[in-house]
């Protein structure tokens, strides 16, 4: 419900390195108030005992089960891979008008099987993949207003997708040999990260990882597949960087004939030139 044309959002997931980042960007956003905060853990305690950048004055962390979905217009999960589902299937059809941003990959994979096939969990709201999409706004702003359900991309695919897609579009490049090149800081493994990287240089060196079957490959895929109808033949090489943040990603391809590397960077100023977040 609107009040003061603001719109009410609660935040799921809220003390992670993502949730974090969310949480204080839509703090200083002068069209949002932040009902809820939630987690499973910590409950009760302030946002800003995870965060220094954060207000004292937003709400405490809270449970989900203390969320009243009809006060609000907008859910942002930032939750791990498999529990977005459960709770937009749960709610989606009881609040008509609500709305909801998942950062997870549970809507990003159109195809189910291989979604599960890929992370290695069963989808528990099929009938909902078609009612959802899966945006980089730059380049679907224009049909974010049709879905209640909008799926953020990886991290890795959109550092792809920007560059690419135009290049593709408006065939500068071919198609046929594409090597990606992508390194990460290790924030994007989330605070378990030990957990998941067992190579105990971890901090101190670069390595690669799932070179041969990283979970960003279907999406990669599916999307250069959607916007140019084409099979794209790629190698995806990801590295972890003994750093907190941060993508670099460098990709290798030849030119179509006659064409030039200032062709091509002002294809992409172009291309993006109304886009306010890509600097050039």
């Known amino acids: ?45 302030k946002i800003n005992f995870f965060d220094k950048r954060l207000s004292k004055k937003l709400p405490i962390i809270s449970s989900v089960k203390k969320i009243i979905w009809r006060d609000l217009d907008l859910v942002f999960l930032s939750l791990p891979n498999g529990e977005a589902q459960k709770l937009i299937i ?9 709305k909801f941003i998942d950062l997870s990959a549970d809507f990003r994979i159109t195809n189910i099987g291989q979604y599960e096939k890929t992370y290695k969990i069963k989808h528990q709201a099929k009938k909902l993949i078609n009612d959802s999409i899966y945006s980089i706004p730059e380049l ?21 997708q920007l560059p690419l897609i135009p290049l593709i579009q ?3 490049i071919k198609i046929n040999n594409i090597t990606i090149d992508s390194k990460s800081g290790y924030s994007g493994a989330g605070k378990n990260l030990e957990k998941k990287f067992k190579h105990k240089n971890l901090y101190t060196s670069t390595f690669a990882y799932s070179t041969k079957n990283h979970r960003h490959i279907c999406e990669i ?28 990603t460098s990709m290798y391809m030849q030119t179509e004939k006659g064409k030039t590397v200032k062709q091509i960077r002002d294809s992409l100023v172009s291309f993006y030139k109304k886009k306010d977040l890509l600097k050039f």
């Open 170 to 172: 408006k065939k500068l």
């Open 221 to 248: 895929d599916q999307e250069l597949f959607k916007f140019t109808k084409k099979k794209i033949n790629f190698t995806f090489n990801p590295h972890l960087l003994p750093t907190f943040r941060g993508i670099l």
């Open 1 to 45: 419900m609107f009040i003061h044309n603001k719109i009410n959002v609660a935040i799921i997931g809220a003390t992670g390195y993502t949730g974090l980042d969310l949480v204080l960007f839509l703090s200083k956003h002068p069209r949002v108030k932040i009902k809820y905060l939630c987690a499973t853990k910590n409950l009760g305690k």
């Open 90 to 98: 749960n709610n989606y059809y009881k609040n008509k008008s609500l």
């Open 140 to 160: 679907s702003k224009n049909k974010l207003k049709k879905f209640r359900i909008i799926s953020n991309p990886g991290c890795y695919p959109t550092s792809i």
